[in-house]
């Protein structure tokens, strides 16, 4: 899976899941803002990855995640790991 097919598929379901209009999901923008995401749409989120992509997630890894572009590479990473294990 290219990185343009994962940013694709995580632009898909967040404005289906989070009713957010695409033209705000821009890389430098933040996360968390941008969707209006609290605690539970945080859950919401990790299955939603968990159910797309087939990794788990770690709450942790989502300390360091503030931008549309570091949740793009965050999993675009752990596609990546999963495909070479």
Known sequence: MT???IIERINGFLVDEFEVD???INPDENL???LGLDSLDYVDLV???ES???F???AEDFINISTFQNFYDYVERKV???ASA
């Open 22 to 24: 695409a033209d705000k």
């Open 56 to 58: 788990k997630v770690v």
């Open 80 to 82: 990546t790991e999963k």
């Open 47 to 49: 299955v939603i990855i």
């Open 3 to 5: 990185k343009a097919e």
């Open 52 to 54: 797309n992509f087939g």
């Open 32 to 34: 968390r803002d941008t």
